[in-house]
């Protein structure tokens, strides 16, 4: 399954919405509020090994499906490479 595809997964069971766009604003459409944001925060980081730091918690990196699936892989690519 692509980072897209399990992100956009787990927007559907958590927080019940099916209907969105790639780059619909999570926060302007009210598909996740704030608390929201945070249970995404701690799926992300736990899901793809990732920590994001209170500087990247903004909407360029979290506001849409499309602005997380590039800021994940911004943040994987960055990641010590094993082996």
Do not use: C, W
Not at 7 to 33: A, H, N, Q
Not at 58 to 67: A, F, K, Q, Y
Request: negative net charge.
């Amino acid at each position: 399954m692509s980072i897209r595809e399990r992100i956009r997964t787990f927007i559907v069971d958590t927080f019940f919405v099916d209907e969105f766009g790639d780059d619909d604003s999570f926060l302007r459409k009210g598909l996740i509020d704030s608390t929201g944001m945070m249970e995404l925060v701690a799926f992300l980081e736990q899901d793809f090994g990732i920590k994001l730091e209170d500087k990247e918690l903004v909407p360029e990196n979290l506001d849409s499906l499309t602005r997380v699936v590039a800021f994940v892989e911004r943040k994987q690519q960055r990641l010590p490479q094993v082996g």
